[in-house]
């Protein structure tokens, strides 16, 4: 069967290769971790979602291929339908949807609770990304523990999973950490950033029923400012108004979250949110970049302030279980918003040069997606 792989960390390795069809009796992550007997499930692809990520591995600028091989997988964003399963499996059964997590365990004690989304390792194993082969190919086999089930009425956006996963997680992660309050009730939301996890957090923070401004660089109207808009937020262009200028008219805000990919904004960011608030950091920002901050400014208001930064990636089962609700939730309260994130399907995994082309170059590219079967 076909899957999309990469060399890493040689820059643009990506290519189309042939490996053969898994079978339930194989262990995917041999130098990784191993399937119980009996607990496999065999999954048919459907679409898997690229992301800037894949763009960085194929620029040779993070992941690494597994142990003893010379080439990743590519694809972290799962979507499929369950073909067969093995005999200990009782949640799920053939024809079921489905979304499989990022991350296997490793040794440490929150790897051994199921966080490995926490793990204190420095060592990660993350599928289609680190040490582990990814979803961009015809079928794949994996643990029952890590496989979620998607309902049907979300098969047009069952592809946005994970993405929803890593919001859902840094936002629940943001909530816990500011029960240090005892009373916590935040109005104002600023999301920086209106890629795919932008907009979902948009949803997700909206069906909080947070007031939302959702800041981007280009001014609107656009796609993303549309969708931004249809979720309830305000859009916001840099262009037009600086985070500053905007905390200074509707007031700073009780969470920021950073989803623009920008070192850079990440920490301009720190200046403009309010007392007690908490920053969410998500970007994860392969490069070198250095960056000039008001450092004693930031430090004086912070320590007065008793702001929160709290940094959060990846997402584990009860995060795509979390995410996956709010799919729904958001489909409810804001019907067929969430499917215009979807913006460019390529069809098959023959496109991957075209799939590689639009990561890198296509700027109004909310969501890159391989339909890999029908
Ligand atoms: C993925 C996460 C992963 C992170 C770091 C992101 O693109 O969505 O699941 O943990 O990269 O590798
Ligand atoms: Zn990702």
Redesign the pocket.
């Known amino acids: 069967m076909k899957a999309i792989a990469v060399r890493p960390p040689t820059p643009d390795s990506v290519h189309l290769r042939d490996i053969p069809v898994p079978t339930l009796a194989d262990q995917p992550h041999p130098h990784v971790c191993t399937i119980p007997e009996g607990r496999s499930v065999l999954v048919r692809v459907l679409q898997i979602g690229v ?4 763009r960085e591995i194929n620029e040779g600028k ?2 690494n291929a597994p142990k003893g091989c010379d080439y990743l997988i590519l694809g ?2 799962s979507f499929g339908r369950v073909v067969d399963v093995g005999s200990k499996v009782t949640e799920f059964q053939k024809g079921d949807l489905v979304s499989c997590t ?2 296997r365990p490793g040794k440490s004690l929150f790897d051994s609770i199921g966080r490995n ?1 926490i793990t204190s390792q420095d060592e ?1 194993y ?1 599928r289609g ?2 040490l582990c082969h990814g979803y961009l190919t015809e079928y794949f086999v994996d643990d029952a523990e890590y496989m979620v089930k998607v309902p049907p009425t979300l098969k047009h956006i069952g592809v946005l999973s ?2 929803a ?2 919001c859902a997680k840094a936002i629940e992660q943001a909530y816990l950490a500011q029960t240090r309050l005892q009373v916590w009730n935040p109005k104002r939301a600023f999301v920086l950033g209106a890629g795919q996890i932008g907009l979902l957090a948009t949803m997700m923070l909206r069906l909080k029923g947070l007031d939302v401004f959702t800041i981007a660089r280009a001014p609107g109207p656009h796609r993303k400012s549309q969708i931004a808009e249809a979720y309830g937020a305000t859009y916001i262009s840099t262009q037009e108004q600086s985070m500053q200028e905007l905390a200074r008219k509707v007031g700073a805000p009780d969470l920021i979250f950073e989803a623009t990919g920008s070192s850079q904004i990440a920490f301009q960011a720190m200046e403009v949110l309010g007392n007690n608030g908490v920053l969410i950091w998500t970007s ?1 920002t392969g490069g070198q970049e250095q960056v000039l901050v008001p450092g004693d400014s930031i430090n004086l208001k912070w320590v007065l302030g008793n702001k929160l930064l709290v940094a959060s ?3 584990n089962r009860k995060h795509f279980e979390t995410g996956i609700k709010d799919l729904a939730h958001g489909e409810a309260q804001f019907p067929g918003v969430t499917e215009q994130i979807l913006t460019h399907p390529l069809a098959g995994l023959d496109r991957f040069e075209e799939m590689m082309h639009l990561l890198v170059h296509e700027k109004n590219a909310l969501k890159v997606f391989v339909n890999v079967s029908e």
């Not at 992301?51 to 894949?54: G, R």
């Open positions: 992301d800037a990520t894949d993070y992941g972290h964003e990022v991350r989304d990660y993350e990304i680190n994970e993405p996963s890593v994860v990636v990846n997402g």
